[in-house]
């Protein structure tokens, strides 16, 4: 069992910054890709980037291609997702997401049903 608490959401100004957080439990955190997606109100959930389970590889929406970045550091379970040019539409609940063991693939990565565990989410607001 793998647990997933987010941090570092809030409201920020078009333009500005946030770095989110993602702590996992579990040993085993090395041997899981990781993913971030998010959902607007009124909207479903969407994919937004995901990193393999070596860091070797990584994928992102186009939404957000060039603007944000995802990485992770197995020595603190932790995966961050740096939200770089942030635009009101960037506004959501942001999840981040582990999938266990499974071979990775650029669809897989970015296909919500590949992920076996959730965290709760973290709020992001993007002011105009």
């Known amino acids: 069992q793998v647990q997933l608490v987010e941090s570092g959401g809030g409201l920020v100004q078009a333009g500005g910054s946030l770095r989110l957080s993602c702590a996992a439990s579990g040993r085993t955190f090395s041997s899981y890709a990781m993913g971030w997606f998010r959902q607007a109100p009124g909207k479903e959930r969407e994919f937004v980037a995901a990193i393999s389970w070596s860091g070797g590889r990584v994928y992102y929406a186009e939404p957000v291609k060039g603007r944000f970045t995802i990485s992770r550091d197995s020595a603190k379970n932790t995966v961050y997702l740096q939200m770089n040019s942030l635009k009101p539409e960037d506004t959501a609940v942001y999840y981040c997401?582990?999938?266990?063991?499974?071979?990775?693939?650029?669809?897989?990565?970015?296909?919500?049903?590949?992920?076996?565990?959730w965290g709760q989410g973290t709020q992001v607001t993007v002011s105009s």
């Open positions: 997401a582990a999938a266990a063991g499974k071979a990775w693939s650029t669809r897989s990565s970015s296909t919500s049903s590949w992920y076996d565990y």
